[in-house]
């Protein structure tokens, strides 16, 4: 999942620019009722998947949610299975996998895929631009 470029960690001081914690948690518990209201209203996986990733990214600082399948072929590609976000463009030139001797396999995907990551929450600051979207400069910060 890539979030916008804000910093939503907990912290001890906000500013005005910072997200305070109960945003942070109202962010979450919209995520969460949405997702829900996804399962009960799917009605095939891809809808499912999608209508999970719309609920994390309505109404809350992420511009883009996706979920992937680690293929275990030679190439060890990563596939898209669902996504949504107003950075959703970014997918569809990105080249994803979680083979440790691509470049494509050292991001957050690819490394967390490799470890199994994914019971284990860590957190990246590994900041990548994207201006390819619709003329817009965004950046994006990669968070599992």
Not at 46 to 67: D, K, S, V
Not at 77 to 95: K, T
Request: glycine share 6%.
């Amino acid at each position: 999942m890539l979030n916008a470029d804000k910093d939503i960690r907990n912290s001890q001081t906000t500013t005005s620019d910072q997200p305070k914690p109960i945003e942070i948690q109202n962010w979450a518990l919209s995520a969460f009722a949405g997702a829900v209201m996804a399962i009960s209203k799917a009605e095939t996986l891809p809808q499912l998947l999608r209508g999970i990733c719309e609920a994390i990214t309505t109404n809350t600082p992420f511009m883009l949610a996706w979920i992937g399948f680690a293929n275990q072929g030679e190439t060890k590609s990563v596939s898209v299975l669902g996504s949504a976000g107003a950075a959703e463009l970014y997918l569809e030139d990105a080249h994803i996998n979680w083979d440790e001797n691509s470049p494509f396999g050292q991001g957050p995907t690819g490394k967390c895929m490799r470890e199994h990551a994914h019971s284990n929450p860590i957190r990246f600051d590994d900041r990548r631009p994207l201006s390819a979207l619709a003329g817009k400069s965004f950046t994006l910060r990669p968070a599992l």
